[in-house]
Nanobody, 120 residues
Framework: QVQLVESGGGLVQPGGSLRLSCAAS????????MAWYRQAPGKQRELVAA???????NYADSVKGRFTISRDNPKNTAYLQMNSLKPEDTADYYC??????????????WGQGTQVTVSS
């Protein structure tokens, strides 16, 4: 059994910063790509940022230069540093991870989500 637990969401003013964390736990053999998605009310879930086990990253155009994804492999944790936040960044943010478990099985896992609200 694998769990992804997000933390760090909340209410922030425009221009502010937040740091999200995603900790994976359970019978983990290896974590491949970890990613952050978000879903705003009435919109489809979209990829925000992703990072491979080697540290290669990619970002949605809307967050490039403002958000930074990172990970701590020994801790099985990913982070999303969000700076210069805008009201349009308001959404539920979800962690996703491609994980190989013990016994040997590989699939995507999702966290429960953490809410980010950018408002004055």
């Amino acid at each position: 059994q694998v769990q992804l637990v997000e933390s760090g969401g909340g209410l922030v003013q425009p221009g502010g910063s937040l740091r999200l964390s995603c900790a994976a736990s359970g019978s983990i053999l290896y974590i491949y790509t970890m990613a952050w998605y978000r879903q705003a009310p009435g919109k489809q879930r979209e990829l925000v940022a992703a990072i491979t086990s080697a540290g290669n990253t990619n970002y949605a155009d809307s967050v490039k230069g403002r958000f930074t994804i990172s990970r701590d492999n020994p801790k099985n944790t990913a982070y999303l540093q969000m700076n210069s936040l805008k009201p349009e960044d308001t959404a539920d943010y979800y962690c996703n991870a491609d994980i190989k478990t013990i016994p040997i099985y590989r699939r995507d896992y999702w966290g429960q989500g953490t809410q980010v609200t950018v408002s004055s």
